[in-house]
């Protein structure tokens, strides 16, 4: 009997250890190539928010993110090579907790807008889920064959992993008709959407500027079996970008 009760007992444990919730806390922010605040400052603000991984678009190239981490306490990280539009600092970047593999970037070239945009994309393993994380800065053109159409069909082709997460600056708000539409096409759920945040009146470009605000333009999506618990935008008494930073976390 009582060999039975042990059995029992550690069939029981290791069922609650396999599903045993995770949960994961991540961010994005367009940084405006550090123009208005250090890499430190940056880190700073951001520490306070406990984020396991965010994504950076706008970036500095170079040990800019590395300084970042220094500042949160992460240490791992990679750097994308194509700048939004050619333009000098402009890269999209990955800080996390969890070491990165199979670091790759996608390039993005759609007709109307600007040119080249780009997604850098890594794998984190998190418990036993196997996931897949995206930080980019597409243009908006409202094409259907847009960057965010080149970008979903690029990510669906390639990624076979449990959880798929996007981040950044979509440059396009939840409602609009192409753009972040074709992530919900496919599947994906959206931080604004899924946390009931009504965005009609938010925004987050233009933070130095909020008179010429375009809304809520900076999107977290993730798709697999994830639920988003909490998350917004950050609100900062004295702005580090163009941009507000936003955060969330989710649990699988």
């Known amino acids: 009997m009582k060999k039975i009760f042990f059995?029992?007992?550690?069939?029981?444990?290791?069922?609650?250890?396999?599903?045993?919730?995770?949960?994961?806390?991540?961010?994005?922010?367009?940084?405006?190539?550090?123009?208005?605040?250090?890499?430190?400052?940056?880190?700073?603000?951001?520490?306070?928010?406990?984020?396991?991984?965010?994504?950076f678009n706008e970036a500095p190239d170079g040990d800019w993110t590395a300084r970042v981490g220094k500042a949160m306490g992460l240490d791992n990280v990679y750097v994308g090579t194509v700048s939004s539009a050619n333009h000098v600092n402009k890269y999209k970047t990955i800080l996390s907790r969890y070491p990165l593999t199979n670091c790759h970037e996608f390039e993005l070239d759609a007709a109307g807008g600007w040119n080249p945009a780009s997604a850098v994309g890594a794998e984190i393993q998190v418990g036993t889920h196997s996931i897949s994380f995206y930080s980019t800065?597409?243009?908006?053109?409202?094409n259907q064959d847009d960057h965010a159409k080149l970008l979903v069909d690029s990510i669906m082709k390639a990624d076979k992993t449990d959880l798929i997460i996007v981040v950044?600056?979509?440059?396009?708000?939840?409602?609009?008709?192409?753009?972040?539409?074709?992530?919900?096409?496919?599947?994906?759920?959206?931080?604004?959407?899924?946390?009931?945040?009504?965005?009609?009146?938010?925004?987050?470009?233009?933070?130095?500027?909020?008179?010429?605000?375009?809304?809520?333009?900076?999107?977290?999506?993730?798709?697999?079996?994830?639920?988003?618990?909490?998350?917004?935008m950050?609100?900062?008494?004295?702005?580090?970008?163009?941009?507000?930073?936003?955060?969330c976390e989710i649990k699988f």
Not at 31 to 43: C, D, K, L
Not at 180 to 207: C, P, Q, R, S
Request: charged fraction near 20%.
């Open 168 to 232: 950044g600056d979509f440059n396009c708000k939840v409602d609009h008709t192409s753009g972040i539409k074709h992530f919900f096409d496919v599947g994906f759920k959206n931080m604004w959407l899924e946390l009931g945040i009504d965005t009609t009146d938010l925004y987050t470009w233009n933070a130095l500027n909020p008179e010429e605000n375009l809304g809520v333009i900076d999107q977290i999506v993730v798709k697999g079996n994830a639920e988003f618990t909490d998350g917004n």
């Open 7 to 55: 059995c029992l007992l550690a069939l029981v444990l290791t069922t609650s250890a396999v599903l045993a919730e995770e949960t994961l806390r991540m961010g994005s922010y367009n940084v405006e190539y550090s123009e208005n605040a250090t890499a430190e400052e940056i880190g700073e603000m951001l520490k306070a928010y406990n984020l396991d991984i965010v994504g």
């Open 234 to 247: 950050i609100e900062l008494e004295r702005p580090l970008s163009d941009h507000k930073p936003i955060w």
């Open 137 to 142: 800065h597409i243009c908006f053109n409202g």
